[in-house]
């Protein structure tokens, strides 16, 4: 399948987003492709400037045909992407705008741009055409969510059953753990225990975590209390400034399990702490205690 625009989505980010009703749009058309859909949204990403700029004529006051004409294809458009909520105030712009009503095309126009500007850019996230991790786990496959490019057969493949797949594989999916510790021995033997039942990233660089945290969503973190560059404590506010991590536990390993280093930890907001060496039948128990299923979309 061509595609016209050129454009690689990541469809479990535009889920996640919640905007669009693409599970609607499947449901409804049973045999839309994958690579069909992403042809609505790339129509969408290509067009929204313009009809941007014609909401901002109307505001102003001096729209033409041409302004109509950008609404009246977004109007088919959000049909098949499956968000019209603007479509009733697009009609109403058209309709005042037919009667040379300025006042009343303006205030419409006025009341849907910042949405529909926020909207672009929302959908605009989740185009990508590569996707690339400053901090690498040894397997990159950990990290990188699936998508499929509509210029391959994989594009031909039917929305609902895509749907039905990543569904199947975000039950089944192991859960997301990110372990920060700088020594490579502790790094090494954590993930060793907990790589059976979870999926296990390992972090020697405490200050590259605001970066990693833009690509993986853990469900938990394993955060050592003492380290050269940074120290567990001082990570936390990094964590908590991700609204997906504000309740995400955090789990401390500690040299010392004194009053004091406890009592610090829980006031932080952390979840438990566990005194090394490391005992693995303890770190399996704490970490079943206290993870959680983010759910991805």
Known sequence: MENK????????????????DIRGIAEANASLSVGEYYETLAGFIH????????????????????SCRSIEDMIALSEGLGYDKFNPDFYHILDAYGKGDWRLAATYAKRILNGFDELHSRTATAK?????????????????EPFYDSNTAQGETLLWEFLKHLDEEETNRKLLILVVD????????????????????TLA????????????????????????????????PVIRSFKEH?????????????????TAAFMLGASDFIVKPVKPE????????????????
Not at 192 to 197: E, G, I, N, T, Y
Not at 205 to 224: A, C, G, S, Y
Not at 246 to 262: A, C, H, M
């Open 182 to 201: 700088d020594s490579p021995v502790i790094l090494k033997s954590v993930s060793a225990v907990l790589s059976v039942d979870y999926k296990v990233l």
């Open 246 to 262: 504000k309740d995400t536990p955090i789990i401390y390993l500690t040299s010392g399990g004194t009053t004091d280093n406890v």
């Open 47 to 66: 067009l929204a400037p313009a009809v941007s700029a014609a909401l901002n004529r109307f505001v102003n006051r001096d729209a033409d045909k041409n």
């Open 282 to 297: 303890l770190l399996r128990e704490k970490i079943a205690k206290h993870i959680v299923r983010k759910k991805k979309f």
């Open 128 to 144: 990508r055409r590569t996707r690339k991790l400053e901090v690498l786990p040894d397997d990159p496959d950990d990290v990188d």
């Open 205 to 236: 660089k405490p200050t590259m975590l605001e970066k990693m945290l833009h690509q993986v969503t853990p469900e938990l973190f394993l955060l050592d209390f003492q380290m050269p560059e940074i120290n567990g404590f001082d990570l936390v």
């Open 5 to 20: 625009y050129d454009v690689i989505f990541d469809l479990p980010a535009l889920l996640k987003l919640g905007d669009l």
